[in-house]
């Protein structure tokens, strides 16, 4: 429970409220009224229902499917609290949408990654709260404090408990060049050898596995992502592990479960035993599929927003 200060308060937009509830629950608070709305030509229409005049206030709201949709519902509400005098306004974006595009990877592409930054702090937010942003240097493209959490924090000690004495039987693998640095914390984490696998994706959502770095043989592998999207990159290079490499079990983890398109179909038809996800964004429904286990992140959310209010170091946890 915290009790020092100004008055800090938990609103969400439509995108997640379950996990905001149970971030309020934890610091002993109710979720704070507001209601998100829409006019019938599809403008977001926002009304908050108390004061927020000097209150320190996060507003939970993760930018998934409907990407658009909730990234409005968020800049809104941010501008809501901005105009209504509050002390200082913490967007809690659990998983950051847009941050693929964090550069410019051929001629004429928007950095829609900075424009979504800029449209955050324009709307009024002073600190940004996220897990696992898809590239870490988009933490720079803010002019405001950005706590970047560590998903790896909540499923390497999950995995080490799996683990245990077994060391030998097991290695980590990277699903493609730009998630080895993920897949090494987690290495270094659980001291488990590492793999990579080394692909060439011929267009957006689609994607060729080529070769195998490291060996998998008669090992239990651990697939380990940011995200996971359509699915493709995850199912080829699980089929890539079993078929080339002759590993004995592959397990997956990614801290977003994003799961659009034929993703559910793809998984479920894959070699892939259990894929273990983390609910910065909401899987419910027909998406819940046996192979699919939901882990929570509520209480590291938790314990970062009662470090931020109370002007608390957060660092440690992202160690």
């Not at 560590?150 to 245990?164: C, D, Q, R």
């Given at each position: ?62 930018t998934c499917y409907p990407v658009n949709d909730n990234l409005m519902e968020l800049l809104i509400m941010i501008d809501a609290f901005k105009r209504a005098s509050a002390g200082r306004i913490t967007a809690v974006i659990p998983y950051f ?223």
């Open positions: 429970m915290i009790s020092h200060g100004t008055k800090i308060k938990i609103f969400t937009g439509n995108a997640h409220p379950r996990l905001a509830k149970e971030i309020a629950e934890q610091l002993g608070l109710p979720v704070s009224k507001s209601t998100v709305s829409k006019f019938s030509d599809g403008e977001i229409a926002i009304s908050i229902g108390e004061t927020v005049r000097g209150c320190d206030v996060f507003v939970v709201q993760p949408g847009y941050a693929r595009q964090d550069r410019k990877a051929k001629a004429r592409d928007p950095i829609s990654a900075r424009l979504v930054a800029d449209l955050i702090e324009a709307a009024g937010a002073d600190r940004v709260l996220t897990m696992d942003l898809h590239a870490s240097q988009i933490q720079g493209f803010f002019n405001i404090p950005v706590d970047n959490l560590l998903g790896t924090s909540i499923l390497s000690p999950f995995f080490a408990e799996k683990v245990g004495a077994s060391v030998d039987e097991f290695v980590v693998v990277s699903p493609d060049l730009g998630s080895v640095s993920r897949a090494r914390k987690f290495t270094e984490k659980l001291d488990l050898p590492l793999a990579i696998i080394d692909k060439r994706r011929q267009k957006a959502n689609v994607s060729e596995v080529m070769n195998i770095i490291g060996d998998v043989k008669d090992k239990k592998v651990m697939l380990v992502d940011d995200m996971i999207d359509t699915a493709g990159t995850l199912c080829n290079a699980a089929r890539a592990l079993k078929e080339i490499g002759g590993a004995k079990d592959i397990f997956a983890c990614a801290t977003h479960g994003v799961l659009s398109g034929p993703a559910i179909e793809r998984i479920e038809n894959s070699p892939i035993s259990k894929c273990y996800l983390l609910d910065t964004v909401p899987v419910t429904g027909e998406k819940l599929i046996d192979k699919i286990e939901i882990l929570p992140v509520s209480h590291m959310f938790t314990e970062a927003i009662k470090r931020i209010y109370e002007e608390a170091s957060v660092s440690d946890l992202f160690s």
